[in-house]
């Protein structure tokens, strides 16, 4: 077991993904990647043991570079 499998995280960055699939906070409540275009791009760079497992976080599925300071 490795922490690139937690599925709170994203696999790519690290940072946490914010998916509310698996915040049982917030049940029923639907994820941002429901409504938000992925980029192919960011998804081909999902290590194959994480895919359909850890969702990317709002950032790295819009290829936006983590953290950009605003
Ligand atoms: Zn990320």
Known sequence: MSASSDPTRCPLCGQ?????????????????????????????????????????CPRCAQALPPDAPS
């Open 16 to 56: 946490s993904n914010q998916c509310t699939q698996t915040d049982s906070s917030r049940p029923g409540e639907e994820c941002w990647c429901f409504t938000t275009e992925i980029d192919p791009a960011a998804l081909e760079r999902v290590p194959p043991q994480d895919i359909d497992r850890a969702c990317l």
